[in-house]
Structures are given as structure tokens and as C-alpha cells.
């Protein structure tokens, strides 16, 4: 059973940092793309950042480019996302997300995780 668990959300003031975490089992970890994706209420859902199985090439969305990082750690089967210098309007739950490369980049990743809230308050 593949499984993805995030962890490392909570409630940061405007300006602070947060280093996300998802963990997974159950699939050849780096064999495969990871992204994270975010939901905030009464948006759609925004692909916020991935990286690569192959070359470890990484992808971040616009809004968060220059402030959050994301690496992976093939010998944890992990992959984290380093959040500076937060913004209110990165309020969102926030899922990580694994298949091939494609399916990140489309938004379309067959594994999911459940989610871990990041609140930032100004």
C-alpha cells in the first residue's frame, strides 16, 4: 500500500518559516516525482512545488518561487518543503503528492497524502 504522510504544518506569523515533510512507503520512492499542492478555501487547488526522480530538476509555482525550496532525501524516502518568508495568502492545507513527473506537472499524481494545515497570520 503506497503511503504518503505530511507532517510539519502549524500556525507561523507573517514573515516566519515552516519546513514541511512528507514521508512515503510502499512504491520505489526514487523512481518517482514528488510534488506539493495546496488548497485554500474557495481557491483551486494550486501546484505549489515538485522535483524529479531522474535529475532532481525542480519546479515551483510563481507565487512561492524565491521563498520556499523542495529536496528530497532518497535514503529517508522523504521529500520537504522549506517555507520562508510566509504570506498570509500561503493559508492553505497543503498535500504532497508522487507518480511520474508528467502526472505531478499535470496535476494529476495518482498518490495522494491527507494534508497538513499551514496558517499564517499577519
Known amino acids: 500500500e503506497v503511503q504518503l504522510v505530511e507532517s510539519g504544518g502549524g500556525l507561523v506569523q507573517a514573515g516566519g518559516s515552516l519546513t514541511l515533510s512528507c514521508a512515503v512507503s510502499?512504491?520505489?520512492?526514487?523512481?518517482?516525482?514528488i510534488g506539493w499542492f495546496r488548497r485554500a478555501p474557495g481557491k483551486e487547488r494550486e501546484r505549489v512545488s515538485c522535483?524529479?526522480?531522474?535529475?532532481?530538476?525542480?519546479y515551483y509555482a510563481d507565487s512561492v518561487k524565491g521563498r520556499f525550496t523542495i529536496s528530497r532525501d532518497n535514503t529517508k524516502n522523504t521529500v520537504y518543503l522549506q517555507m520562508n518568508s510566509l504570506k498570509p495568502e500561503d493559508t492553505a492545507a497543503y498535500y504532497c503528492?508522487?507518480?511520474?513527473?508528467?502526472?505531478?506537472?499535470?496535476?494529476?499524481?495518482?498518490?495522494w497524502g491527507q494534508g497538513t494545515q499551514v496558517t499564517v497570520s499577519s
Open positions: 522535483i524529479s526522480s531522474s535529475d532532481d530538476s525542480t
Open positions: 510502499g512504491l520505489p520512492f526514487k523512481n518517482f516525482a
Open positions: 503528492a508522487t507518480d511520474v513527473l508528467q502526472a505531478v506537472l499535470a496535476g494529476t499524481p495518482k498518490y
